[in-house]
């Protein structure tokens, strides 16, 4: 939270409070004097942008810069293993593991298109993550 200015007058009350842009782009709440809004652990699980240069590994294209988005930080919950029961003398799976994963939520299909030499164009596509969230690990 970068500035917060409380007005009042007789009945009313108004509170504002200004985040940094960048914040707000991302669906961040900006956290409170208090600290119960939002989560601003700067290593928390969230969606990063990066700039890649599609080029095709065999045709000679011209290359093209695109936006991409990763999932990328850490996730609060606890990862652990608990020992597995089994009356059989083979323990195929000893172990039952949960863990945690920064994982893409919601992602969009895109494409891009090359121009080759000879006047082809061959279309690359990607998927563009729009949202991540921490989920078990498969």
Do not use: W
């Not at 782009?25 to 240069?53: I, Q, Y």
């Not at 919950?77 to 949960?98: A, E, G, N």
Request: net charge positive; glycine share 6%.
């Amino acid at each position: 939270m970068r500035n917060s200015v409380a007005l009042s007058q007789p009945g009313i009350l108004l509170l504002l409070v200004t985040c940094p842009l960048l914040t707000i782009l991302h669906g961040v709440t900006c956290k409170a004097e208090s600290g119960h809004l939002g989560d601003n652990d700067p290593d928390r699980c969230m969606r990063h942008h990066f700039v890649e240069t599609i080029t095709h590994p065999i045709y000679k294209c011209n290359s093209k810069m695109v936006l991409l988005a990763r999932c990328e930080g850490h996730c609060s919950h606890t990862s652990r293993s608990d020992p597995l029961i089994s009356f059989s003398s083979v323990l195929k799976q000893p172990f039952k593991s949960t863990c945690f994963c920064c994982r893409p939520h919601t992602s969009k299909l895109k494409a891009v298109r090359l121009r080759c030499s000879g006047g082809t164009r061959i279309t690359a596509t990607y998927r563009y993550i729009l949202a991540c969230s921490c989920e078990e690990c498969s």
